[in-house]
């Protein structure tokens, strides 16, 4: 989870849900390294540390099914809603809120200081 | 003394449609040589299937594919054909019939099959160039002429043919409206729910569909001129480079009313199909009987054997409507509804609803029995469905279940074994259960192949497999063995082969398509199925499918080769390993104003630039494309290279010019998509420098001609390649290595290398379809050459389009 979550935290708008393909992944920089924006077939968005647990493969270019994606790297599957992996591999990738109003994606992220 | 002549009756035909030549093929079974036929047919064709419309426009299949009885069928039947004449009159006192050309033919018993005629709405502008109806086969052809990617059609009417019409002319890449007056489509065959789920499908399929939606004129160039839009009564303009009307049919009865025949809407005809005038029979779409006209199949059929019966004498059956179901299928989609599908007061409802398969059935009950089923998305239990119904069977012990299908029901083997034998197993093909019994027996069929290649149940659209094996396992007990199948991962129990069937045999098109028919158990596959069903479909349909970028690996999205760190390496094309200073000069100064860390010779006579930043990607391609270089696809389950030596250009042992046949190679087979990386090479002479012998396809020059060898490979196993064959010239060495190509992409499994492909099927396999069959190896190259006039796109070009970099870019970024 995110930090600063107990802070005061806003949601910042990263963009229009169009903007991600389905079945696809878009990143945003951050200071802190990437995060990657998943988007389902059913049109649900979901947020991760753009790192696998394994060997930090880029899992923003892995391919999306259900709510999963599974990593280009090594073949690691990653829960999107959890950040954990999935089947026999121990490992988690942290996770972030993100949620769809009016068409547009927005990302929890705490106040600037 | 008299002599007793038995002298022929003249049998009459007007119409050459399905329901006419469907009786007189009843009536030659009943009554061999009893008749001398004539039949006239309008349209100057032979008898073909008018439910095949649909498929005929779409490109899928061609006229000679939908002929029922070819012109050989009447001459073999001793059957005059007057094709292309339409009759005008019947002289009903001298029992004559003329045509329109003043063909006249005397008659002991005429039958009228003269069908159905489109119902043409009445608005301004209707007769423009550019409007026209879906009924015929001279309608397609106008439908084509005009037809072409990208042009606009409007289809009034979705009902079923207007949905057909429009499913076809999609898939001819055309931009199709749907306008339905009704508030939805297929009102007549479907309830609200699924009409919507049809709805959905379409639009996903990228037609626009208005419901509600009244038409009032034809907009056009001048009074006359071609249609150009069609415009509703509330305002809107829909912009039409083709019009297909489709709301409807009415009987063609003109004639028959004419002649002073009995008619309402059609020709009214009793029990035994027999017209006012016990001489004339009449049957088919333009018949009236008990105030009930037909436009379905099925009870067509039955008139034809009514019919027969009457007009032979020899049997007093009467012409009894049953309850029909409709059984369709629009742009792949499976429907089926009968009887009372939308209920009322007296009748309650179970519903069954799959919004992730897009599943919907609904089961109307009256009194504890099937008043009326709606399946959309699913229709394998239709005919179940479809004999409770007919047979009102009191359902107390099955309604808790039956929403589920037999299967659930009750033990599916018992199940049936109950099925009596006249129940239909195979709706595409006909085939009853009785019937893949009998064969079973009398042939000894041990396996579905033999079953489908003896009945042909279960060869077309595959969806009664389940069933068909169930009869295998019903007849044999324990000696029905089914081979085991390894299935392709574990979203599906289908293995490879059976998926690639069922791909092409059910003309499935797209990943959902191929998922809802083959009963995916996850909503949209893994990681492992989907590259390979987005390979599958893609060998199938070239051209066609649209591929799927989100089920392709990262390195075929990306066009570059992930490295471990998340950069890319980028590998341009280097025709047969050649190059010069221009080409070295342009990597260079590529390499240096990206800061590319890193710049490596590759085995396959080519350059690797290591390190490259996933932003910098599309710039990277841009430099490189203006400097003559295509993407190597040194990252894909493509074509990767052809390694030539210098052969007899420079070599003084060489004995064939290697360096050109292998760039003549390479600008062949470059772009094409595989189950796995392909290899090419050739060498020379037999001392081999390009090592063709560990190739997917190695060509080594010898004094004669050339030496082609396959399936041979590097990698953690290396294997030696086994010989295919010896040829002589450059054009064969070209047609070899393409149809071998084009054979390891329709045959292989996605991920098989030639090399374990070969293992698998064995060499002889190979050599009897590609060597020995010449005419197979032509068609092989004939498919190829085709698919690659859609796959040599370079990739990278596509790419650096800036609407396609901003994928390569940040979505947004947070400071």
Known sequence: ????????????????????????????????????IFRTARDSVFALRDKCPHKNGPLSQGIVHGESVTCPLHGWVISLRTGAAEGPDVGCTPHFAVKIENGRVLLAVSAPL | MDMVVHQAQKLVVVGNGMAGMRTVKEILQRAPGRFDVTVFGAEPHPNYDRIMLSPLLAGEKTFEQIVINSHEWYINNNIELVAGEHVDWIDRETKTVRGANGTVRPYDVLLLATGSNPFTLPLPGVNRPGVMTFRSVA??????????????????????????????????????????????????????????LLERALTQRGMTIYTSANTDHFDGDGED?????????????????????????????????????????????????????????????????????????????????????????????????????????????????????????????VVLRDAARGIYKRLVLRDNKLAGVVCFGDARDAGWYFQLLKDAQDLADLRETMIFGPVAASDPSEALAATPESAEICGCNGVKKGAILDAIAAHGLCSIDDVRARTKASASCGSCTGLVEGLLKLSLGAGYAPAAVKPMCKCTSHGHDEVRRRIVSAELKTIPA???????????????????????????????????????????RMHG???KDGTYSVVPRMWGGMTDAAQLRAIADVVDKYNIPAVKLTGGQRVDMLGVKKEDLPAVWKDLNEAGFVSGHAYGKALRTVKTCVGSEWCRFGVQDSTAMGIALEKATW????????????????????ESTIKDFGVVATEAGWDLHVGGNGGIKVRATELLCKVTTEEEVMEYACAFLQLYREEARYLERTAHWIERVGLKYVQEKMVDNAELRRSLYAKFLHAQSYAQKDPWAEQTEDKQAQKFGAMAELA
């Not at chain 2, 035994?272 to 379905?296: F, R, V, W």
């Not at chain 2, 051209?543 to 089920?551: K, V």
């Open chain 2, 225 to 349: 001129g071609a249609v150009t839009a069609v415009v509703l009564k509330d305002g809107t303009r829909i912009e039409a480079d083709l019009v297909v009307m489709a709301v409807g049919i009415r009987p063609n009865s003109g004639l028959a009313r004419a002649v002073g025949l009995a008619c309402e809407r059609g020709v009214v005809v009793d029990d035994h199909m027999c017209t006012s005038d016990p001489a004339i029979y009449a049957i088919g779409e333009c018949i009236e009987h008990n105030k009930q006209c037909y436009g379905l199949v099925a009870p067509i059929w039955d008139m034809a054997k009514v019919a027969a019966d009457h007009i032979c004498g020899v049997a007093s059956s009467a012409f009894t409507p049953v309850a029909s179901g409709t059984r369709l299928k629009v742009s792949g989609i499976e429907m089926f509804s009968a009887g009372e599908f939308l209920g009322d007061k007296t009748t309650e409802d």
């Open chain 2, 139 to 196: 309608d397609v052809e106008d439908m084509i002429a005009v037809a072409a990617p990208g042009k606009k059609a409007v289809v009034i009417g979705g009902g079923l043919l207007g949905l057909e019409a429009a499913h076809g002319l999609n898939l001819r890449g055309m931009d199709v409206s749907v306008v339905h007056l009704m508030p939805t489509l297929m009102e007549r065959q479907l309830d609200a729910s699924a009409a919507h």
């Open chain 2, 561 to 563: 080769n992930i490295q």
């Open chain 2, 671 to 690: 772009g094409s998509w595989h189950p796995h990386k392909v290899k090419l090479a050739v060498s020379g002479c037999p001392r081999n420098c390009a």
């Open chain 1, 1 to 36: 989870m995110m930090d600063g979550l107990q802070k005061d935290v806003f949601f910042a708008d990263i963009g229009a849900l169009e903007d991600i393909p389905r079945l696809g992944a878009r990143c945003v920089k951050t200071p802190a390294g990437d995060i990657a």
């Open chain 2, 514 to 556: 191929v998922m809802q028919a083959l009963e995916w158990q996850t909503p949209d596959g893994c990681a492992s199925c989907r590259p390979a069903l987005n390979f599958y479909l893609l060998c199938a349909w070239p051209g066609e499918y649209q591929d799927d970028a989100q089920s392709r690996f990262v390195n075929e």
